[in-house]
C-alpha cells in the first residue's frame, strides 16, 4: 500500500497568510495526488485534483503542485472561511490512501 | 444537484452484520464507479470500497472478506454489506461518487454519511 504523509499535522495562522502544506507519497505517484477541505461536522469536499488542477467553484487562492513523491498545497491568503482540516489522497493505485490530516487553526 | 444520502446505520455488536443504502440523484448513477469511504471520530479519512459501472469490487485488506459493495442501477442505489463487524470499524460511513472517465479514483461528490457504532 502506499503511505502518505502530510505535514505539519497542525498549524496556527492568521487571515492573509500565506500557508502551505505538505504530503508525501512512500513511492512515486506520478501526478495522482487530490486534496480535500473538510469543516467539522461535514463532509469533505473536493479542491484540487491531479496535482495542480483546482476543482470547479473553488477560489483560486487555493493551487497545488508536485509530482512523484513530494506535493504541496498552498493557499495565497487565508479567509476566514478556509480554517479546516485538508487531506491529500493518492488516486494511483488501489487502496486509495490519504494521509492523516492537517488541521489549520486561527492564531 | 448531484446528492448522496446514507442510511442504514446504527449500533451493532460485534461480530454483527449492517447494510448500508446510499440513494444517488443528480447524475446518471449507471455511468460513474461508487466508493465507501469511512471517518472514526476524530480520526482521518480511510477508503473502504469501490464498485465500478460493470460491477467490478475493489477493496482494502482491512475490510477485504467482510465487506461488500454492490449496486442497483435501477434504483440509483449503492450498499455496503457490512459483516463480521469489530470495534475498529466503528466511523462514519461516506457514500462518494467517483469523477470516473480518464482520472479514477477521484471523490468528487460526497454524501453527509451514517454512523456505524460496533459495541457491546
Known amino acids: 500500500d502506499i503511505q502518505m504523509t502530510q505535514s505539519p499535522s497542525s498549524l496556527s495562522a492568521s487571515v492573509g497568510d500565506r500557508v502551505t502544506i505538505t504530503c508525501r507519497a512512500s513511492q512515486s505517484i506520478s501526478t495522482y495526488l487530490n486534496w480535500y477541505q473538510q469543516k467539522p461536522g461535514k463532509a469533505p469536499k473536493l479542491l484540487i485534483y491531479?496535482?495542480?488542477n483546482l476543482q470547479s467553484g473553488v477560489p483560486s487562492r487555493f493551487s497545488g503542485s508536485g509530482s512523484g513523491t513530494d506535493f504541496t498545497l498552498t493557499i495565497s491568503s487565508l479567509q476566514p472561511e478556509d480554517f479546516a482540516t485538508y487531506y491529500c489522497?493518492?488516486?494511483?493505485?488501489?487502496?486509495?490512501?490519504f494521509g492523516q490530516g492537517t488541521k489549520l487553526e486561527i492564531k | 444537484e448531484v446528492q448522496l444520502v446514507e442510511s442504514g446505520g446504527g449500533l451493532v455488536q460485534p461480530g454483527g452484520s449492517l447494510r448500508l443504502s446510499c440513494a444517488a440523484s443528480g447524475f446518471t448513477f449507471s455511468s460513474y464507479d461508487m466508493h465507501w469511504v469511512r471517518q472514526a471520530t476524530g480520526k482521518g479519512l480511510e477508503w473502504v470500497s469501490a464498485i465500478g459501472i460493470a460491477g467490478d469490487t475493489y477493496y482494502p485488506g482491512s475490510v477485504k472478506g467482510r465487506f461488500t459493495i454492490s449496486r442497483d442501477n435501477a434504483k440509483n442505489s449503492l450498499y455496503l454489506q457490512m459483516n463480521s463487524l469489530r470495534a475498529e470499524d466503528t466511523a462514519l460511513y461516506y457514500c462518494?461518487?467517483?469523477?470516473?472517465?480518464?482520472?479514477?479514483?477521484?471523490?468528487?461528490?460526497w454524501g453527509q454519511g451514517t454512523l456505524v457504532t460496533v459495541s457491546s
Open positions: 462518494a461518487k467517483d469523477s470516473s472517465g480518464s482520472y479514477r479514483g477521484l471523490f468528487d461528490y
Open positions: 491531479a496535482a495542480s
Open positions: 489522497q493518492q488516486s494511483y493505485s488501489i487502496p486509495y490512501t
